[in-house]
């Protein structure tokens, strides 16, 4: 299953947790609900804008939004991983790239304290 399709099924439970729909997560957000349906859906992979906007909202972190269970079929090697995120990331101005490097310092945190 595709890094998307996992974030948007992660996505729909966290909003479901919270009682909100479609309609309302995007209200908060400002944004139109047919984006919260395409990420959803894993029809649109969500910017890193509206990640950090998604997990504001929500109240969860960044590494909650990418928390899968082991149900939700992730599949993903290491290189898997990184051709996805090289892929996703070519196009990405300046700023928008020191963002996602904080972001990667943030999660390589996370994991070091627990171990």
């Known amino acids: ?36 349906t395409l990420i959803e859906i894993g029809e649109r992979a969500a910017s890193f804008s509206t990640i950090e906007l998604l997990a504001e909202k929500l109240g969860v972190s960044y590494a909650e939004l990418f928390s899968f269970d082991c149900e939700d079929g992730l599949e993903l090697s290491k290189q898997n991983l990184l051709d996805y995120l090289n ?23 996370l994991n070091v304290s627990k171990e």
């Open 87 to 109: 892929s996703e990331l070519k196009d990405l101005d300046d700023l928008l790239l020191q963002h996602m490097i904080k972001y990667a310092k943030l999660v390589k945190e």
């Open 1 to 36: 299953m595709e890094l998307k399709n996992l974030f948007g099924k992660k996505l729909k439970k966290l909003r479901e947790a919270r009682g909100l729909t479609q309609q309302e997560l995007a209200e908060l957000c400002d944004m139109q609900t047919n984006s919260i």
